[in-house]
T-cell receptor, first 111, second 114 residues
């Protein structure tokens, strides 16, 4: 079964707005990662947050992690049309050191 | 980081045939991972390919259907055997960073089975 579950499944916003995507998971993790996929192509790693970290920034990306609630959020600020893509969270599980992907959020940024 | 080349990038195949996907990495890596992404779905790990040993398959995937080769530390192949329309997916090769578990992906091979 999927370890990570993102919501919303789809998000449509206007250029310049912020986009927030959430991810929930079930088991203890070593770290949580966010990936981006453009139109069914290969995935690109965006950011990684370790289980002992609560917040991390990278450019226009901000990730938070709440291990007590087993949830994470990805915030993209000042969105651009080029941010249109699917975004996946993935958790590295402590038990077996395997990376398990969630179902993804399809983000559409309208110009 | 690692640069991964996959081919073919896409193919259309007939039911009952087999297709081999190649994955080339620009550096030597211990493990290579093969994922499947069915239409509109997330990624599911098929197997982990280690050089010099049999691949390790995840639940629901078997060697007869998805034979894997790993002849050296920079190359692997995945074969999708006796294909049916249900095998229509994107197949992705990846390698990881030993330190963090971050994955680097190839561009994927989009397979359509008629």
């Amino acid at each position: 079964s999927q370890q990570g579950e993102e919501d919303p499944q789809a998000l449509s916003i206007q250029e310049g707005e912020n986009a927030t995507m959430n991810c929930s998971y079930k088991t203890s993790i070593n770290n949580l990662q966010w990936y981006r996929q453009n139109s069914g192509r290969g995935l690109v790693h965006l950011i990684l947050i370790r289980s002992n970290e609560r917040e991390k920034h990278s450019g226009r990306l901000r990730v938070t992690l709440d291990t007590s609630k087993k949830s994470s959020s990805l915030l993209i600020t000042a969105s651009r049309a080029a941010d249109t893509a699917s975004y996946f969270c993935a958790t590295l599980q402590r038990s077996n050191y395997k990376l398990t992907f969630g179902k993804g959020t399809l983000l559409t940024v309208n110009p | 980081s690692a640069v991964i080349s996959q081919k073919p990038s896409r193919d259309i195949c007939q039911r009952g045939t087999s297709l081999t996907i190649q994955c080339q990495v620009d550096s030597q890596v211990t493990m290579m991972f093969w994922y499947r992404q069915q239409p509109g779905q997330s990624l599911t790990l098929i197997a982990t390919a280690n050089q010099g040993s049999e691949a390790t398959y995840e639940s629901g995937f078997v060697i007869d259907k998805f034979p894997i080769s790993r002849p050296n530390l920079t190359f692997s192949t995945l074969t999708v055997s006796n294909m049916s329309p249900e095998d229509s997916s994107i197949y992705l090769c990846s390698v990881d960073s030993v330190d963090t578990g971050e994955l680097f992906f190839g561009e994927g091979s989009r397979l359509t089975v008629l």
